[in-house]
């Protein structure tokens, strides 16, 4: 199962941008040259990321043409009763979205695959 080996790449970036926050979710794009099968993926994300901050975390997967693999997004836990800092407002437990949309999503580095 490859998936184990690209996986473990994938949570290294995932903690990168999680910056120590919670996450509940990731979405990612993989190229179909990679021969991910998602139900393979999603188990060894969970058995990857047990114990880290990504530890339950839902994966969404977006397969497109060729050799991609990059983190498009993930999803972080607030925590209850924080302030948003584009509105002030307190937030509630709810989802925020990290994102490098500069970039288009962080790369997954070739040694990990």
């Not at 690209?6 to 794009?29: F, H, N, S, Y």
């Not at 991910?36 to 188990?43: F, G, M, S, Y």
């Not at 050799?67 to 937030?91: F, Y």
């Amino acid at each position: 199962m490859h998936e184990v080996g690209l996986c473990e790449g994938i949570l290294r970036a995932v903690e990168d941008r999680a910056a120590g926050r919670r996450v509940t979710g990731l979405t990612l794009r993989i190229g179909e040259l990679h021969a991910v099968v998602e139900p393979a993926l999603a188990q060894s994300f969970e058995l990857v990321a047990a114990g880290s901050v990504a530890e339950g975390a839902e994966v969404e997967l977006r397969t497109v043409p060729g050799d991609e693999l990059t983190l498009v997004s993930i999803r972080v836990a607030r925590e209850a009763g924080a302030v948003a800092p584009d509105t002030g407002l307190v937030a509630p437990d709810a989802d925020a979205i990290a994102r490098d949309e500069g970039a288009g999503g962080d790369r997954v580095p070739r040694d990990s695959r």
